[in-house]
């Protein structure tokens, strides 16, 4: 069973940094693995994405140069360090699994992206 689970969210101030993880298990780390956020009335959006080896990232254009994906499949955890945080960054944070071995990252929050944590509330005040 594909199980995904996001911790590091919190309430933080404007400017500061939050870096969140997600623990995948044994058979995602073989995946394409994505970040994405849902504010509330809103539709969930891509934030970033990294390749099963870590060679391909991509961002969304609201957090590029200011948010960075990284894995570490030793501990089998991907990273999103958030840095010069704003309020428009307040969502709850989704980390999802994609396609098997890909080095293409999709940016839309439907297949191949099928398995899901639970997300984790980040609320930034300003």
């Known amino acids: 069973q594909v199980q995904l689970v996001e911790s590091g969210g919190g309430l933080v101030q404007a400017g500061d940094s939050l870096r969140l993880s997600c623990g995948i298990s044994e058979r995602t780390e073989k995946r394409v693995v994505g970040w994405f956020r849902q504010a509330p009335e809103k539709d969930r959006e891509f934030v970033a994405g990294?390749?099963?080896?870590?060679?391909?990232?991509e961002y969304a254009d609201s957090v590029k140069g200011r948010f960075t994906i990284s894995r570490d499949n030793a501990k089998k955890t991907v990273y999103l360090q958030m840095d010069s945080l704003k309020p428009e960054d307040t969502a709850v944070y989704y980390c999802?699994?994609?396609?098997?071995?890909?080095?293409?990252?999709?940016?839309?929050?439907?297949?191949?992206?099928?398995?899901w944590g639970q997300g984790t509330q980040v609320t930034v005040s300003s």
């Open positions: 999802a699994a994609g396609a098997y071995y890909s080095d293409y990252v999709a940016r839309e929050a439907r297949n191949p992206y099928n398995d």
């Open positions: 990294i390749s099963w080896n870590g060679v391909n990232k």
